[in-house]
């Protein structure tokens, strides 16, 4: 779909029997709302993510295998936010790609492997995290070591990489209204040809890593509200992190995932049908555009993930003076807490993390 000199986006509809020949949709929100929120998840998830990868690296002598997990899901999510400025580019020129075909494939294939790359590791640390509260005494779970974690991301890559790959076959650039366009899902030629494979793919990319994580957090929410004896330190800190997970994951999955699919399906089901008229084809496309951006956020929940099931940060070896530790400060009964920092970007970064954790808080209570 593209944009003419009037603002308005032409695609013309085939293999619909009985549909009228073109419909032209009407589309300037995209052209501010697309621009707008890329650039927001440019200028904060780059830095975000290029942030978790320091510190983990920083620490890979230690590493967890949540924390090989948290690399994964930030390189996923680094290597998404640099595509985005050809996309920032192309939607404030109103659907105009100059940049070539291939291009076009690679950053629609980075898009969806990033999204469900994300989905699936943020199932493997929820089932992580689930082992670790559910049955912290498994031989299992103990044998499982950081090279098995490793092995489970490769996995992972390798899976995500075959699932999306057919997306470079599909996405593709065309000419409308004498205007190169880069086609999200497909072109209105191969749009029967896109829908199995489309409805497979939210199949395995989302209904089963998302099943998943609830089968993981239906227990270990229960876990958490049982009434035990006396806590120590170390076991109060185990479950308060396992609690802020289980609050940014939730809303990961609400304000990213959950709503981009339900459009995206119905959209994929209601263009594939004959007869449909165009003020219904074009409801059904703008509210799967419309979250769009919302799948692009898990670019930025992502790093607060990270940020929140850490119990403290290695400093950077930096010689400036450090920072004056902030109080507490309680929202809705979890306590987020500043730590020292060695230099003022260091600084910057966490507030960024605490006003967005806090805005998801309030937003998810």
Partial sequence: MAGD????????????PGSPPSCVFHE???????????SVVLALGLPLNSYVIMQIWLSRKALTRTAIYMLNLALADLLYTCSLPLLIYNYAQ??????????????RFQFYTNLHGSILFLACISFQRYLGICHPLSTWHKRWGRGS???VCGVVWLAVSAQCLPT??????GIQRNRTVCYD??????????????????????????????????????RLCQQGGPEGPAVAEKRGKAARMVVVVVAAFAIS????????????????MPGVSCPVLQTFAAAYKGTRPFASANSVLD?????????????????????????????????????????????LLVSIMEMLTILIILMTS
Avoid at 5 to 16: A, D, K, Q, R, Y
Avoid at 308 to 328: E, H, M, V
Wanted: aromatic share 14%.
């Fill in 5 to 16: 000199p009037g603002n308005e986006t032409t695609t013309t509809v085939f293999g619909s």
């Fill in 28 to 38: 300037n929100f995209k052209h501010v709302l697309l621009p707008v929120v890329y």
């Fill in 94 to 107: 109103g659907d105009h790609w100059p940049f070539g075909d291939i291009s076009c494939r690679l950053v």
């Fill in 149 to 151: 974690a490793w092995l």
């Fill in 168 to 173: 470079t076959a599909f996405a593709q650039t």
């Fill in 185 to 222: 899902l497909s072109p209105p030629s191969l749009s029967a040809n896109y829908l199995p494979y489309g409805m497979a793919l939210t199949f395995t990319g989302f209904v089963l890593p998302f099943s998943a994580v609830l089968a993981c957090y239906v227990p270990l929410v229960r």
């Fill in 257 to 272: 995932f959950l709503p981009f699919h339900v459009t995206k399906t119905a959209y994929l089901a209601v263009r594939s």
């Fill in 303 to 347: 790093p607060i993930l990270f940020y929140f099931t850490q119990k403290k940060f290695p400093t950077l070896p930096i010689r400036t003076p450090l920072l004056p530790q902030t109080p507490k400060k309680r929202v809705n009964g979890l306590i987020v807490r500043s730590i020292k920092w060695s230099s003022n970007s260091e600084a």
